[in-house]
C-alpha cells in the first residue's frame, strides 16, 4: 500500500514538472551584434510586468506597463494574468519564452543597455518596450 502511494505521489511529481505552467527563466537567448539580455534572475534589480485579462484586445496597453525603464542588471518578470496564454518575445529574437500559461511568470535578466521592443506572438498587436539604462 505504501509503494503504491509513493509511486503515484511521484508520478504525479514527474507529470506536473513536466507539464508545469510556470518558467523561472527564458531559454538560452539567440546571440546578436547588439547588447542583449539573458535568463534571470540575478538577484539585481526586479520589475515586474502583468499581462491582464482580456490583453489580446489592449494592443500597447496589454503589457502594464507597456513601456519600462530598467538599470542594467534588472531582471523584468512578466506575470500572465490573463485566462489565455501569451509569449514575451523581443523583436529581434533576443529572448521568446513561449507560451505563459495563465498565472505563470517568465523572466529575463538585462546585462547591457539598450532599447528592446518586444510582442506577443501568439497576439502580435499586444507590444511593450525595455529601455535599459
Given amino acids: 500500500m505504501f509503494s503504491s502511494r509513493l509511486v503515484l505521489v511521484s508520478a504525479f511529481v ?4 513536466a507539464c508545469g505552467g510556470y518558467s523561472a527563466s527564458a531559454p538560452s537567448p539567440v546571440p546578436s551584434p547588439s547588447p542583449s ?3 534571470g534572475p540575478t538577484g539585481g534589480p526586479s520589475t515586474s510586468v502583468s499581462i491582464p ?7 500597447n496597453r496589454a503589457f ?15 506575470t500572465n494574468t490573463d485566462v489565455v496564454a501569451h509569449t514575451s518575445t523581443s523583436d529581434t529574437r533576443t529572448w521568446d ?7 505563470a511568470q517568465f523572466s529575463v535578466t538585462f546585462q547591457a543597455a539598450g532599447t528592446f521592443h518586444y510582442h506577443c506572438a501568439i497576439h502580435p498587436g499586444m507590444v511593450g518596450t525595455v529601455t535599459v539604462q
Fill in 53 to 59: 485579462i482580456g490583453a489580446e484586445t489592449l494592443g
Fill in 14 to 17: 514527474l507529470m506536473t514538472g
Fill in 97 to 103: 519564452s513561449g507560451s505563459v500559461a495563465p498565472h
Fill in 64 to 78: 502594464n506597463p507597456d513601456d519600462l525603464s530598467v538599470p542594467v542588471g534588472s531582471t523584468v518578470t512578466w
Fill in 37 to 39: 539580455p539573458s535568463p
